[in-house]
């Protein structure tokens, strides 16, 4: 079992920035490094929508277009963490934002949520205009 914890969330203005991060605990923790992540994120009414990729030796990214340019995913493997800094916030990116790991061993990232089986609870995200 992998256990997956976002910190970082809060409220902020349009136009800031926050810094998101996922740690990962669990018995199967030190094989993560060998699986892709990703961030999601959930509106209020909303499906859960694909926000940033990284694959497994950080070597492939990919973001949605709606964020490309102002969010940046990254990862450290010695620290069991994944983060998503994320500048020039605005009002649409509000939402509740999740981390996953992909379901499939030493892989790219996908935008599918069903290509992930590990999420973590959810950090809320609230920017003001």
């Known amino acids: 079992q992998v256990q997956l914890v976002e910190s970082g969330g809060g409220l902020v203005q349009a136009g800031g920035s926050l810094r998101l991060s996922c740690a990962a605990s669990?018995?199967?923790?030190?094989?993560?490094?060998?699986?892709?992540m990703a961030w999601f994120r959930q509106a209020p009414g909303k499906e859960r929508e694909f926000v940033a990729g990284?694959?497994?030796?950080?070597?492939?990214?990919g973001y949605a277009d709606s964020v490309q340019g102002r969010f940046t995913i990254s990862r450290d493997h010695g620290k069991n963490t994944l983060y998503l800094q994320m500048n020039n916030l605005k009002p649409e990116d509000t939402g509740v934002y999740y981390c996953?790991?992909?379901?499939?061993?030493?892989?790219?990232?996908?935008?599918?949520?069903?290509?992930?089986?590990?999420w973590g609870q959810g950090t809320q995200v609230t920017v003001s205009s």
């Open positions: 669990g018995a199967s923790v030190r094989t993560l490094s060998n699986y892709a």
């Open positions: 990284i694959n497994w030796n950080g070597d492939s990214i």
């Open positions: 996953a790991k992909s379901r499939l061993y030493i892989s790219t990232w996908y935008q599918d949520v069903r290509d992930y089986d590990y």
